[in-house]
């Protein structure tokens, strides 16, 4: 058997975020790995945890301590039952080590910056399947993480039936 794995998944609350995650469930975790949910705020207050954490993100925050009204207050987490549910099963269900931390700022440096500090062996994160045009318009957050990290990224993308509903 192979020694800890560590895998970062990509979240922003968005159904193909969501989705991700749960592929990644289904897919390629195992017992004792380790994952920690990548958490990118890209809205700011002055004096909130973003001036306090800045550059390095939050510490690591352990799967127990996501549900804690004040952790989530204090971390501008939006309450998230999906993503509550799926982290419990990876961590019960699983038996993986689910932490999370938390940046603030443009989510294409912030991911690039978690996976080269944390380092994690691969990156799991949704794409919002958005055709040539907008892409071009709006940048693609994947295709620079895939270019711009040292380890493996597998981009999810949504069912068909679901673009729909996220574009």
């Known amino acids: 058997m192979a020694g800890v ?3 970062g998944v990509a ?3 968005s159904p193909s975020s969501k989705y991700a995650l749960k592929w990644a469930i289904d897919n390629i975790f195992r017992a004792d790995d380790v994952v920690i949910l990548l958490f990118v705020n890209t809205e700011s207050v002055d004096g909130d945890q973003s001036a306090l954490w800045g550059e390095e993100g939050s510490p690591l925050v352990p799967f127990e301590g996501l549900s804690d009204p004040n952790l989530q207050r204090h971390y501008q987490l939006k309450p ?4 509550t549910r799926y982290a419990e099963e990876a961590s019960t269900v699983k038996k993986v080590k689910v932490m999370a931390k938390f940046y603030w700022g443009d989510p294409k440096d912030k991911l690039v910056k978690a996976v080269v500090e944390t380092p994690l062996d691969a990156l799991v994160m949704g794409s919002r399947g958005y055709g040539t045009f907008a892409r071009t318009l709006l940048g693609s957050v994947s295709n620079y993480v895939v ?3 040292p380890c493996p990224v597998t981009v999810v993308k949504l069912p068909p039936s679901s673009y729909e509903a996220e574009l």
Do not use: M
């Open 5 to 7: 794995r560590y895998f």
């Open 11 to 13: 979240l922003d609350y």
């Open 80 to 83: 998230d039952e999906e993503i």
């Open 147 to 149: 270019n711009s990290v």
